[in-house]
């Protein structure tokens, strides 16, 4: 197998009736089993990039391939392509479309057409995963924003995809939510499955991706390890991205102290680091 799993050549796209291209000499190779982050400003592309990822939008130049097979647009690839990548989108109101929670849920494993008793087993799990259980039979236009984009994170992780392409999942989610995402996205990666998450959150990429890409206008500025392009990131300030906290906390302290270290990516390696 490939050390890449996604991977896009030169991919231009322009929305119908837009000025600009939205994506545009898109190149870029997606790492297979790691946590990757996408980053940049507002509008340089990233859920653009997802939807053209997942086959719903199709490149007007380029190429789209995972595993090194380029995407072809019949029905057949698509669906198979949809089965092995998982889209949860920015917006979760664009995600649910059953009735209730548990409905949601069971909904792309009934498309699969797996035995009614593993699709049960998989619902009640995943619920569970997701601190979801309470919820099952609510109907969803009962739920919060929040309660939502968790219901359409566990929809899309029951089907177990390949890459799962998370648009600011960490989004209108409390600071309990967040900490139970991270500890389930970790244990998603450990299974061997490969994340990519579009963020603005500096702090949680910092903490969580071991690969970062930046994009800027439509085109991949920066890829690399976390630490290395956080370091390009500290020399072009212009591009006015920020820098995470415990990074800027790092570069404050005296040299005799960081050169001991890799420089910590948690609150807890920084406490250790200074040996309080
Ligand atoms: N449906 C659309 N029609 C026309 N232009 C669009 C449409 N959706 C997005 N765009 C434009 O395409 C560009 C890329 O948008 P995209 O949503 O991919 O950015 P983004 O990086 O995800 O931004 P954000 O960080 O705000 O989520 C922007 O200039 C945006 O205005
Ligand atoms: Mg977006």
Redesign the pocket.
Known sequence: MSDYLLEMQGVDYT????E?A??KNLSFRLPAGRKTALI??????????F?LADGLFRPQQGEILLDGVPLKFDRQTLNRWRQRVGLVF?DPEQQLVAPTVESDISYGLCNQNLPTTEIADRVQQTLADFQLTELARRPLHHLSLGQKKRVSIAGVMTLRPDLVLL??PTAYLDALQTKNLLLELDSIAQSGTTLLI?T?DLDFVYQWADWILV?QQ?SLLLEGETLAVFEQLQALPDLELGLPLLWQVWNMLPPAIKLKTVPPRSIKKLHDSLHF
């Open positions: 929305y119908p009736m837009a600009q939205a994506v940049g400003q507002n509008g340089c592309g990233k859920s653009t990039l939807l920015q648009d600011e579009a603005h994009m439509g």
